[in-house]
C-alpha cells in the first residue's frame, strides 16, 4: 500500500486537470495530479510512446507548445516536492475521511495485470475533477461490424501509436471534431473517401455574437476544411450514415441526405466503399467521480449531464470544484481557462495570498462557453438515428441487448426511466458499463415513454459505487475507514 | 407547490389499491386479480425501483430457522415452483424471469460450525426441507473452485434465484392483463377515511377510492402506516453486493457460509458481513452480503466493500484476480423481529400490510401475496397470520 498526503488532489490531466495544478502549485499549493493514462495530456494531447516513430506534433496537435509549456513546469515543480504526478492511477473510489478525501486508486497502465503494484491512496484536503469526456455513440444498423470505431478511437490510435485504422475510411456523426479526425488520417497516409456531417456549419449565422466573441475557434475549423480540400476530402454536410454495410467486415457504408424536416430524402441514399468508418455524435463527460462525491449535476445544452458549477469553478460539495468537458463539452480551450480558474479557487482556499487578477480568463471563459453553446445547438443530434434505430438494432454490445428488447421492456414490462430498463434489460451492465451504449439507452428509453430525456436517465449510467475495474483480492485487503459502528438500535 | 399537477379524478373503485410496486406489492396485485379483485397499484417512483432493484433474487430456505418464516418460505417455494410452469408469450413466467432451480449450497469453515449447520439442517428436514450432508472431501464434486478449507456442508436442493426485477414486471404485468391499473411516480400523500375505515388513498393527481388498502411499500412501509396513525416499525437494514466481470460458469450453486443464518438473525447495528457467491446466467458473480443499520444512509462504506470481497476470495481462490465491475447498495426493510407483518390492521379497518420480509422478499412475495388474497376475500389463510399480526410492535418505545 502506497499513500500520498496533499492538498489539493486533482483527477485528470487532460488540458483543464495540467491547468488547474500548474495554477494550485504556482500559487503555493501541493498538488497531486492523478491521471489513468501512462503520459499527461489527456484525450486532446495524447502522445505517441517513445520509438513509435517520427512525430510532428503540429501535424496531429492544436496548442501543443502550450501542453509542453506546462509539462515542463509542472515537472520542474515536480522536483521540488510540489507536484505529484502519478500516472497510470484508476481512480475507483474517492471518499469522505475526517475533513479530507482519501483517493483510491487502482495502479496499472492495465488494470487486470497479473501481479499488479500494491494499491494506492492519495489523501487530499481538496479536490478539482478534471476527468474529461468520452466519444458519445449512437446505435444504427451494422455498428458492431469490424471496421467501426469512434471518431476519437481513430484519432487515439494515431495520435497515441501513429497508427491509420485503415486504408479507406469513412468520418461520420457530428461536431467540428471530425475534421481534425479526418486531417489526421489524411495527413498519415489513409484515403479518407467522405467526411458525412450531419448539420450544417451555415448555422452559425444563426449565432453571430458568440462567433465573433471566439473568432479563433472557426479559423481553426477553416484551418482544417482548407486541408481537407487539399487532400480532395469531400465534406457532406446534411448526411447521415444509415448502414454500415459488410458481413464479416465492414465493406461500405450507405449514406443519404436529410431534408429540411430532417428527414433522409427520398432517392438521396448511395453506398461509400471503405474497410473502416470512424463516427462520433460529440461526447458525453465521465461523472462517475462526481456522483460518487454527491455533486448537483444539470442537462446541458447538447443533451449530456454535466456537473453544475459556480463563478469559481466550485460544485455543490464544500472543497470540490470541477474542470473542462465534465462541467460541459467545450474543447481544450475552454478546459484549459476552467482549469486554470478552479487551481486558483482551490489555492484561494487554502489562502494564498496572491492568485493574480483573473478578470480576463473569466472574461475569456465567458465567450468560450457562448461559443460551445452556439456549437452545440449547430451541431444537435438528428432524430432520424432514433427513428431509424429498428428492433433488431444491437444497442449494447456488451449485454448484446438490442433496441427491440429495450423497447419492450418500457412498453410491455413498464420501465418508465432509463435505470428500471437497465434492470430489466441489461444494457450499460457489461464490461464497459454503458459508456457506449447508455445515451443511446437513455434516449430510446424516453422515446418510447413519450418524453424528453431527462436528468435521472442520464445518472443512471453514471452513478456507481465502483467506478473503475477493481481486482478482488486487491479490494480485500484495502487498508483505511474502520468500520463505523452503527446506530446502536 | 406552484405547478402541482392538475387532478384527475378517478370515478371507479377499485376493490384493492396496492400501495408499492415491488416485488410484494407485484405479487400481491397478481394474486388479488387471481381471486377476482378489481386492483390499482400506485408508487411513488418507478416500478421495482427500490429494495427489489438492488436484490440479488433470493427464494431460499436453507436460511429459515424453524418457525413462522420457514412455514411462509416453504408455501412461496411451492407457489414459485407451480408458476415457474405458467405458459407466458410463448415461453414459460419461469424462464421469463429467469428463474433457476440450481439449489443452494451452505458450508461450514470449523467443526462447531458444522455441528450446528448438521443441527439446523436436521430440524429444517422434519418440516420437509431437503436439505442433504455434503462431506468436506466431496465438496469438490459440487463447487471444483470452492476452497478446501472447509469442514463440511449441506446442499438444499429447493433453493432458488430469480432475476428480481423482472420477477416483479412480469407480476405486475399479468396483473395488468387482468384488469389492473399500475400509477407510477405518484407518492401516497394521504388516506381516504370514513371515520375509523381506511376508504382509499390520496396522491398529488387524484384520490383513489378502494374497498381495501394495501400497505406493500417495503422499506418505506412505516411512512404509510403512519398516514393511518399506527406504527409499523419497518427500518433500513443496508447491504451491499458486488458484481464481478463476467466468467465462464465456474460457480454452479448459490454457496454460503454457514454464519449466514446467524447474520441474518442478529439484533446489531453494527456492519456484518457473511459471504455468499453465486454465479448468474449472465456471467457476473455476485458477491453478498452485507448488512447495517445506518438509516438511509447513501454513503460508500469501504469497510463493507472490503470484508464482502474478502470473504469472497477466501470462500474461492480462484475469484482473487478477477475485477469487481460494478456494485449496488439496497436498503432492507426490517422489522425488529425479523418477520415481515402480513394481514389486516385492526386498529385501522381496511388497512392491510405486506411489508417488512428483510432481506427475503423475492422469496417470500408469492407466499405472502396468498396469505393477503386469502384474508381479502375471507378465506381462512393457509398459514396462521398471528405471527405476522400489524399491532404486535406495542406503542413506540423511546430509546
Known amino acids: 500500500m502506497t499513500e500520498h498526503r496533499v492538498d489539493l488532489a486533482v483527477i485528470g490531466a487532460g488540458p483543464a486537470g495540467m491547468a488547474a495544478a500548474l495554477a494550485a502549485a504556482e500559487a503555493g499549493t501541493r498538488v497531486a495530479v492523478i491521471d489513468a493514462g501512462v503520459r499527461p495530456g489527456g484525450q486532446y494531447w495524447r502522445s505517441p510512446a517513445p520509438g513509435a516513430g517520427p512525430f510532428r506534433p503540429a501535424t496531429l496537435h492544436h496548442g501543443w507548445r502550450r501542453f509542453t509549456s506546462t509539462d515542463t513546469r509542472l515537472t520542474e515543480l515536480a522536483g521540488t516536492g510540489r507536484v505529484l504526478r502519478l500516472a497510470g492511477h484508476h481512480v475507483w473510489s474517492i471518499l469522505p475521511a475526517g475533513d479530507e478525501w482519501s483517493v483510491h486508486c487502482v495502479l496499472g497502465a492495465e488494470p487486470r495485470q497479473h501481479g499488479t503494484p500494491a494499491p494506492v491512496t492519495v489523501h487530499a484536503r481538496r479536490l478539482v475533477i478534471a476527468t474529461g469526456a468520452y466519444d458519445r455513440q449512437l446505435p444504427f444498423p451494422g455498428w458492431d461490424l469490424p471496421g467501426v470505431i469512434t471518431a476519437g478511437g481513430g484519432q487515439a490510435l494515431l495520435k497515441g501509436n501513429l497508427v491509420v485504422a485503415g486504408q479507406t475510411v469513412v468520418v461520420a456523426g457530428t461536431g467540428p471534431f471530425l475534421l481534425p479526425v479526418a486531417d489526421g488520417l489524411a495527413r498519415y497516409g489513409a484515403r479518407v473517401a467522405a467526411v458525412i456531417e450531419a448539420n450544417s456549419p451555415l448555422a452559425f449565422a444563426r449565432f453571430p455574437r458568440a462567433v465573433l466573441g471566439a473568432t479563433g475557434k472557426l479559423g481553426e475549423a477553416t484551418g482544417y476544411a482548407g486541408r481537407l480540400l487539399r487532400h480532395r476530402v469531400a465534406v457532406r454536410h446534411r448526411h447521415v450514415v444509415l448502414r454500415a454495410l459488410g458481413t464479416d467486415r465492414l465493406t461500405g457504408v450507405l449514406v443519404g441526405k436529410l431534408d429540411r424536416a430532417g428527414r433522409v430524402r427520398a432517392g438521396t441514399e448511395r453506398e461509400i466503399a471503405c474497410d473502416v468508418l470512424a463516427v462520433g455524435w460529440g461526447f458525453t463527460p465521465q461523472l462517475e467521480l462526481p456522483l460518487q462525491l454527491g455533486c448537483a449535476t444539470r442537462v446541458d445544452v447538447d443533451g449530456s449531464l454535466v456537473v453544475t458549477v459556480d463563478e469559481d469553478q466550485a460544485t455543490s460539495v464544500a472543497g470540490v470544484w470541477a474542470a473542462g468537458e465534465a462541467t460541459g463539452v467545450g474543447g481544450a480551450d475552454l478546459a484549459t481557462v476552467e482549469g486554470r480558474l478552479a487551481g486558483l479557487a482551490a489555492a484561494a482556499s487554502f489562502g494564498a495570498d496572491e492568485v493574480g487578477d483573473d478578470r480576463a480568463l473569466r472574461r475569456r471563459r465567458t465567450s468560450l462557453r457562448g461559443f460551445a453553446s452556439a456549437m452545440h445547438q449547430v451541431y444537435p443530434i438528428p432524430q432520424v438515428m432514433l427513428e431509424r434505430c429498428s428492433d433488431e438494432t444491437l444497442v449494447c454490445r456488451c449485454e448484446e441487448v438490442d433496441a427491440g428488447t429495450i423497447r419492450r421492456a418500457v412498453v410491455e414490462l413498464g420501465a418508465t426511466e432509463a435505470r428500471i430498463v437497465k434492470l430489466l434489460a441489461r444494457p450499460g451492465m457489461g464490461w464497459c458499463q454503458g459508456r457506449v451504449c447508455g445515451f443511446a439507452t437513455a434516449c430510446l428509453t424516453a422515446r418510447h415513454a413519450g418524453r424528453p430525456v431527462a436528468e435521472a436517465d442520464l445518472r443512471a449510467f453514471a452513478d456507481r459505487v465502483i467506478a473503475a475495474p477493481t481486482p478482488l483480492g486487491q479490494l480485500a485487503t484495502w487498508p483505511g475507514d474502520e468500520p463505523p459502528a452503527g446506530d446502536g438500535g | ?126 418440516l420437509g426441507v431437503e436439505a442433504i450432508a455434503v462431506p468436506g472431501d466431496r465438496l469438490p464434486d459440487f463447487e471444483p473452485h470452492l476452497t478446501d478449507d472447509v469442514a463440511g456442508g449441506y446442499r438444499y436442493p429447493q433453493d432458488m434465484q430469480v432475476q428480481p426485477m423482472l420477477a416483479a414486471a412480469h407480476l405486475l404485468r399479468l396483473a395488468r392483463r387482468a384488469g389492473a391499473t399500475v400509477l407510477t411516480h405518484e407518492p401516497v400523500t394521504g388516506l381516504l377515511r370514513d371515520g375509523e375505515r381506511v376508504t382509499g388513498v390520496r396522491t398529488p393527481r387524484r384520490d383513489i377510492p378502494a374497498g381495501a388498502v394495501l400497505n406493500a411499500a417495503g422499506t418505506w412501509a412505516g411512512e404509510i402506516a403512519a398516514l393511518a396513525g399506527v406504527r409499523v416499525p419497518v427500518a433500513p437494514r443496508r447491504g451491499y453486493i458486488l458484481v464481478t466481470e463476467p466468467l465462464p460458469p465456474i460457480i454452479r450453486h448459490k454457496v454460503y457460509l454457514a454464519d449466514y443464518v446467524a447474520d441474518v438473525a442478529s439484533d446489531s447495528a453494527a456492519l456484518q458481513t457473511s459471504t455468499v457467491v453465486e454465479g448468474t446466467g449472465a456471467g457476473t458473480v455476485l458477491i453478498g452480503a452485507s448488512r447495517e443499520r445506518v438509516g438511509f444512509d447513501r454513503t460508500i462504506s469501504l469497510p463493507a466493500l472490503r470484508q464482502l470481497a474478502a470473504g469472497a476470495v477466501r470462500l474461492f481462490p480462484v475469484l482473487r484476480d478477477v475485477a469487481v465491475i460494478r456494485a449496488y447498495r439496497g436498503f432492507r426493510p426490517y422489522c425488529p423481529d425479523h418477520l415481515p407483518v402480513i394481514g389486516p390492521d385492526r386498529r385501522a379497518p381496511g388497512l392491510h400490510h405486506a411489508c417488512g420480509h428483510e432481506g427475503a422478499g423475492i422469496g417470500l412475495s408469492l407466499g405472502t401475496a396468498r396469505l393477503v388474497a386469502q384474508s381479502l376475500i375471507g378465506e381462512p389463510p393457509e398459514i396462521d397470520l398471528h405471527p405476522f399480526r400489524p399491532d404486535r410492535f406495542g406503542p413506540e418505545v423511546p430509546r
Open chain 2, 1 to 126: 407547490m406552484p405547478d402541482r399537477p392538475p387532478r384527475t379524478p378517478t370515478s371507479t373503485t377499485s376493490d384493492l389499491v396496492v400501495v408499492g410496486a415491488g416485488i410484494v406489492g407485484a405479487a400481491c396485485a397478481y394474486h388479488a386479480t387471481r381471486v377476482g379483485l378489481s386492483v390499482t397499484v400506485v408508487d411513488s417512483g418507478p416500478i421495482t425501483g427500490g429494495t427489489t432493484g438492488a436484490g440479488e433474487g433470493n427464494i431460499l430456505l436453507s436460511d429459515k430457522e424453524p418457525g413462522p418464516e420457514l412455514d411462509l418460505a416453504l408455501l412461496s417455494n411451492r407457489q414459485w415452483r407451480s408458476l415457474a410452469d405458467l405458459p407466458l408469450d410463448g415461453t414459460t413466467f419461469g424462464r421469463a424471469v429467469e428463474l433457476e432451480t440450481k439449489g443452494g449450497l451452505v458450508v461450514a469453515t470449523g467443526p462447531a460450525a458444522l455441528a450446528g449447520l448438521t443441527r439446523l439442517a436436521a430440524q429444517q428436514r422434519e
